[in-house]
């Protein structure tokens, strides 16, 4: 008798996994561990493209995420020393951030909506900047000019090179409350049922850097932030000729060198969507 495969391919692409459990002790938490990583080491993915079946979600949460890209932009050689943009940047920078976050935010609307059920809902946070004339500006203190000075700053001392500083750039776009509103409406499958910004103080720096006597301990909590996103990205970069703690240590003296720095660009936009 003939067999007909009624289920689309793209499920045996999801792996389901349980674990039965043991009498006590860490040993599940041991196996699960091994398991996920394996999986992971195997099958990489990305909220950039299908990660669930069909109508299968009915919630989607997100934080923090994607502001990330799926990829440093191309043309991005004209901006020396600086590992994403500045006043100082050329026009054609922004453009380059701007068009590779489009495709980028379209897409992962367009994945997540064929995962959804119709009337489905969506939150997402992520990092955004102030609608300001100048697409360019970035404030003094904004957490990037600061991680491009500590990195000069070792390039000052001779423990990097300055092309090596120069070819790192980071895959982040901070869009506007109005680019994230045109591109929700122009992808078209989702409606947006609230959106808010709210102020973006990373690691609560402003209060931390009110005891200046504390010197590099004022901005420690900004730079342990900031190291948890890039560490990772760094040493693949860099390899053994940065150190990471001498680094970032710069990066904590920096935070607290701005302790008076109160106009920020950078806000958390959260927007909450419902799948047509």
């Known amino acids: 008798m003939e067999t007909t495969v009624t289920q689309p391919i793209l499920f045996f692409r999801c792996i389901k996994v349980a674990d039965l459990g043991c009498s006590s002790g860490q040993n599940t938490f041991l196996a699960m561990s091994e398991i996920v990583n394996t999986i992971n080491a195997l099958l990489p993915d990305s909220f950039y493209s299908r990660l669930f079946p069909r109508k299968s979600l009915h919630l989607v949460h997100s934080v923090y995420s994607i502001h990330f890209l799926s990829k440093v932009p191309d043309g991005l050689e004209n901006n020396r020393m600086n590992v994403y943009i500045t006043s100082s940047s050329p026009l054609s920078e922004h453009k380059a951030y701007l068009n590779q976050f ?18 489905g809902r969506m939150v997402l946070t992520l990092i955004g900047r102030k609608t300001l004339d100048d697409p360019l500006y ?139």
């Open 102 to 119: 489009q495709k980028d935010f379209k897409t992962f609307l367009r994945m997540r909506s064929e995962e959804m059920v119709s009337s």
């Open 138 to 276: 970035r404030d003094c203190c904004h957490f990037w000019t600061l991680l491009s000075q500590s990195l000069q700053d070792l390039v000052l001392e001779g423990v990097v090179s300055a092309s090596k500083v120069s070819s790192f750039k980071m895959p982040f776009y901070d869009p506007s409350i109005e680019e994230v509103t045109d591109l929700i409406r122009k992808e078209g499958s989702f409606k947006i049922n609230n959106l808010e910004t709210h102020g973006f103080d990373l690691g609560h720096s402003v209060e931390d850097c009110s005891l200046q006597s504390h010197g590099v301990k004022a901005g420690q909590k900004e730079a342990s932030c900031i190291r948890a996103v890039t560490e990772r990205m760094l040493v693949a970069h860099f390899g053994d000729d940065i150190n990471i703690d001498t680094l970032f240590n710069k990066y904590a003296l920096r935070v607290s060198q701005h302790a008076s720095c109160r106009i920020k660009t950078s806000v958390s936009l959260v927007v909450a969507l419902i799948r047509k």
